[in-house]
């Protein structure tokens, strides 16, 4: 069974940075592109980066500048450096494998990790 577990998510003040990280199954993490999303209360889960196996990133304009994503492939780990963290950034992530080209997401999703940044 496929497993993401996301993790280093906590209250920060604006201004702030925080290092996401997820661990995934291997058999999902070698051949896929990874990705972070978030969702904020009330609001739809929103693609925040992407990263192909290949090492390409894309990011959402709200973050671009601001967060990193990245892959260690022996550790089947994917991060989210977030910089410059900002109160909209409040939301929970999420981490999954998807197909770049139809935005297919090929697990279940996790339970995600809370971000929450406020003074």
């Known amino acids: 069974q496929v497993q993401l577990v996301e993790s280093g998510g906590g209250l920060v003040q604006p201004g702030g940075s925080l290092r996401l990280s997820c661990a995934a199954s291997g058999s999902i993490f070698s051949i896929n592109a990874m990705g972070w999303y978030r969702q904020a209360p009330g609001k739809q889960r929103e693609l925040v980066a992407t990263i192909t196996s290949g090492g390409s990133t894309n990011y959402a304009d709200s973050v671009k500048g601001r967060f990193t994503i990245s892959r260690d492939n022996a550790k089947n780990t994917v991060y989210l450096q977030m910089n410059s963290l900002k109160p909209e950034d409040t939301a929970v992530y999420y981490c999954?494998?998807?197909?770049?080209?139809?935005?297919?997401?090929?697990?279940?999703w996790g339970q995600g990790t809370q971000v929450t940044v406020s003074s």
């Open positions: 999954n494998a998807l197909d770049i080209a139809s935005m297919f997401n090929f697990a279940s």
